[in-house]
């Protein structure tokens, strides 16, 4: 065997962390990684956000190159702003042709309120307490993420998929003026007590939740759907009495919230429907004035993208949502998406289906599909290393074209976030 031959034998030796550096990882309790996972990536969106902050020019919220946190405080954070300093409306603004116009009781009240005490007890301004709160309810929810995760998957999975959860094209809600952290955190907690079957405490944040992000209805669905399922699986797995009264107050708890912030708007401004027709006044740039028939405005938002946006036939678009549909349910079905657990499936459905019936399909719809984070879990369980550094690589491409596309603002802008 000559030299040459002998080095071509030798492999180079994989560099591996050192036995103390290992211990020190394990070591470390699992909030601390998550918390880690969390900074790191807020660290990352924040250097996103003053690049794009830069070169952002004069716009309705903002002169040009604005700070950090008067960046973070554009589109809605103004309307929650207005919340939190001048409250609701009585009288609802009316166009010149009798129509409701944009007004703030399409904003619910928890977040600003949660808000306006911080800025109470710190004396901060709206801008800075605004972010504080929105990037402490996110931590908080990472936290519990992650726990939801670990009750059903390995713990290197659940890790990996809170880091997918951290990195998120929309994870930038959790440091700008939006309700979503606060609402998220709510929403895992809630899923996280309803897998471990603690239903009395779910009352606290199935109600906050109600109040904070408009889908207490789906978060009703979900629970009924758990209680019926429970009650066809009791034989083999006990559905006390006390869990069934437990149980079915939660879920008309959940209804009777998530009616109630409508039946308000109503009562305070004296048109039955004030809040229906201040949600669909963001629509109207798109279809017009039109009434909220359920499961209709998928349909709407495929006639308008495909006939009037793009110029094809309106056909194209309808088969598309039939596809993306038909694509989305054989999903559920999948081995990765079952191990999640009946619960959390229960949860992506009935939400799918509030979405389906309510909402128009535009340039929020990524932030709007955030409450469906459990799937990150389906998304986390292969273990290769090469793609799930594929993976958070994409969901950080993701987040740039997210954050280029429909936070920075460009003259006229028709893609809100």
Request: one cysteine or more; hydrophobic letters at 55%.
């Amino acid at each position: 065997m000559t030299a040459t031959d002998s080095a071509a034998t030798v492999r180079p030796r994989r560099r591996r962390l050192s036995p103390g550096i290992r211990l020190h990882y394990r070591l470390v309790p699992w909030w601390g990684k998550v918390t880690v996972v969390y900074l790191l990536a807020r660290v990352i969106t924040t250097v996103m956000m003053l690049v794009l902050a830069s070169v952002q020019g004069a716009n309705p919220w903002t002169g040009a190159h604005p700070d950090y946190f008067s960046f973070a405080n554009i589109w809605d954070g103004r309307w929650y702003q207005i919340v939190a300093e001048s409250g609701y409306p009585r009288t609802l603004p009316l166009g010149d042709d009798g129509t409701v116009q944009q007004n703030a009781w399409a904003f619910l009240p928890a977040y600003p309120v949660v808000v306006r005490f911080v800025m109470t007890i710190t004396f901060l301004p709206w801008e800075v307490a605004a972010v504080f709160v929105s990037f402490a309810f996110g931590l908080a929810a990472a936290l519990v993420f992650y726990r939801m995760m670990a009750s059903r998957l390995a713990w290197s999975t659940s890790l990996f998929a809170t880091v997918l959860f951290c990195v998120g094209p929309t994870s930038p809600m959790f440091q700008v003026a939006y309700a979503e952290s606060m609402y998220l955190f709510l929403l895992m907690l809630a899923l996280y007590l309803m897998m471990k079957r603690r239903y009395w405490w779910m009352l606290i944040p199935v109600v906050i939740m109600a109040f904070t992000r408009p889908s207490g209805l789906a978060f009703a669905l979900a629970m009924g759907l758990h209680v019926v399922y429970r009650w066809f699986v009791r034989k083999r797995d006990g559905f006390s009495v006390r869990e069934l009264v437990a149980s079915i107050t939660v879920t008309v708890v959940a209804l009777v919230a998530g009616l109630a912030w409508p039946a308000i708007a109503g009562w305070v401004t004296g048109v039955p429907d004030a809040y229906t027709a201040t949600e669909l006044t963001w629509r109207a740039d798109y279809i017009g004035r039109v009434h909220l028939v359920p499961f209709t405005p998928w349909f709407q938002g495929a006639q308008w993208w495909f006939g009037q946006f793009l110029q094809v036939s309106p056909w194209l678009g309808y088969i598309t949502l039939v596809v993306v549909l038909a694509l989305f349910a054989i999903w559920m079905f999948s081995p990765a998406v079952r191990r999640l657990g009946v619960d959390l499936r229960l949860w992506v459905v009935s939400y799918a289906l509030y979405l389906l019936a309510v909402f128009f399909p535009q340039s929020s719809t990524f932030r709007i599909l955030a409450p469906m984070a459990p799937l990150a879990g389906a998304l986390a369980q292969p273990k290769s290393k090469a793609y799930r550094i594929g993976m958070v690589l994409l969901f950080l491409a993701l987040q740039w074209g997210w954050l280029l596309i429909c936070w920075g603002v460009d003259g006229y802008d028709w893609s809100p976030p």
